[in-house]
């Protein structure tokens, strides 16, 4: 079975640099995109950046453009997230998924997999 797990999220000030990490597992992910997304507390879930797993394409909300890196490394199976520059507003639990490409969009019901999610805190 498809497993995703998130780790690497903790408590930073802002401005400062944290790296997520996801250890995916249960099936090769030729022809999947995988994302980043988060959820702030009363708020809904929220794309944030997107990678093709096999051509590496990228793509990124504009409130991290520039700031935030997304990468996968397809030996290890891993896709990370580099996050720069980080800002309160951007505290929030921090979400991997897989979704087919053509399927997988920026909007997170064309997901197919999710993980159990880390959080992330940047205090002021």
């Known amino acids: 079975q498809v497993q995703l797990v998130e780790s690497g999220g903790g408590l930073v000030q802002a401005g400062g640099s944290l790296r997520l990490s996801c250890a995916a597992s249960?099936?090769?992910?030729?022809?999947?995109?995988m994302g980043w997304f988060r959820q702030a507390p009363g708020k809904e879930r929220e794309f944030v950046a997107r990678?093709?797993?096999?051509?590496?394409?990228?793509n990124y909300a504009d409130s991290v453009k520039g700031r935030f890196t997304i990468s996968r490394d397809s030996a290890k199976n891993m896709v990370y997230l580099q996050m720069n520059s980080l800002k309160p507003e951007d505290t929030a639990v921090y979400y991997c998924?897989?979704?087919?490409?053509?399927?997988?969009?920026?909007?997170?019901?064309?997901?197919?997999?999710w993980g159990q999610g880390t959080q992330v805190t940047v205090s002021s």
């Open positions: 990678i093709t797993w096999d051509a590496g394409i990228t």
């Open positions: 249960g099936r090769t992910f030729s022809g999947y995109v």
């Open positions: 998924a897989a979704g087919r490409v053509g399927m997988a969009s920026i909007k997170s019901d064309s997901y197919d997999y």
